[in-house]
């Protein structure tokens, strides 16, 4: 997946791997039409394809796993939602569930604007679903999103998805990463192998299907095309040196009502200002999971937690080595804050919540008597709706 020099096995990446000349080497390269003989065409070195045309077998499975891995890290499928009606009538639901929140009251921000400058709908699946199972079905039931899932992931896929509409005078994000290495801090993501850098990207597949057609001007998504390939980026996105030069290197790509595109989550890529004066922006986000991205048990591990909290207390008390109580944290608490509901759960302080393992951690340094971690634990869960 990486073309820039990696850590020996085991090893660690640091700020001090953030080489922008790096990123330049994988990043500044010709785009070669023929690198994807199927496409229809590249524009601004990005494959875009007629969605009509994909079939699914092994040779267009390979050229779109090359694209994503190896070449710029996107594709656009032009027409993928090629009935605009099926469209029109998810569209029409996807407003009733903002117009449901915004009557409740509620103002759901996302990872980079605050609540209330645009639309977002979490879990928008789940909603879509339960509102009309009829659109839901006919949508989903899309070939060219399932083709496209399965070259990448295989079988047994997990399909997430969230509304986000972005209104006239929206700004633009930052450049980011994605889901999973991506919403974590700098330094809890050099805390992982560097292998795990690598393995993050290929459990994960990022796409959006644009509701509305989106001009450049009303700002769909800017991508920076093979900094996929780039091995330390998940350290070095929010770096202003490497932010600077995503902003004078970014493509960007109008998109019509039924296109869908889809791209590495490790692609650098973020939002664009929507500078039009009437287009509402809306497009699905649709984040595909890996079949392998959970355990193999069941654990309740909120019962785990309160049976051995107050031994945690009792050792700590007593002088107990701080990396005893972590590895016995990490052994029973829940260590990662998704999956979640941002309704409910929304990040705090970063793009993630705190984790079970968080609150056990600051409950610990602070000598909460276990009834009231008891209390937050039972808190946190219902907010993550278990």
Known sequence: MSATPVPAPGARFSARDCDLDALRALVERPADPADHPRADAVEQGVPVYEAGRLRDDAGWA???????????????????FPDPAVVDRATAVFDALIDAQRASGAAAGDHFAAPGANDRVWNALEKAALHDPETFA???????LALVSRAWLGPGYQVTSQINVVNPGGAAQSPHRDYHLGFLSDEAAAAYPAHVH??????????????????????????????????????AWRRPEFRAYFEARHVQLPLAKG??????????????????????????????????GRAMESVDREAVVNAVYPVLLER???????????????????????????????????????????????????????????????????????
């Open 62 to 80: 390979a050229e779109l796993v090359h694209a994503l891995a190896d070449g710029p890290g996107i594709v656009v499928l032009r027409g993928a």
């Open 316 to 386: 700590r008390a007593g002088g107990a080595d701080e990396r005893w109580l972590e590895n016995v944290v990490a052994a029973s608490a829940e260590g990662y804050p998704f999956p979640t509901d941002l309704d409910r759960d929304p990040p705090v302080g970063g793009l993630a919540p705190p984790s079970q393992a968080d609150l056990v951690r600051r409950a610990l340094g602070e000598g909460r008597p276990p009834e009231v971690l008891r209390g937050e634990l039972r808190a946190a869960g219902a907010r993550r709706g278990r």
């Open 138 to 144: 006919e949508y989903y039931a899309n070939d060219a």
């Open 198 to 235: 690598r393995l993050s990207p290929v459990l994960t597949l990022q796409g959006a299907v644009a509701h509305r057609d989106m001009p450049v001007e009303s700002g769909p998504t800017m991508y920076l095309p093979h900094s996929q390939k780039y091995a330390p980026g998940y350290l």
């Open 259 to 292: 296109d869908a595109v889809f791209f590495s989550p490790a692609l650098f890529h973020a939002a664009g200002a929507n500078r039009s004066a009437d287009v509402r922006r809306m497009a699905n986000l649709l984040q595909i999971s890996s079949a392998f």
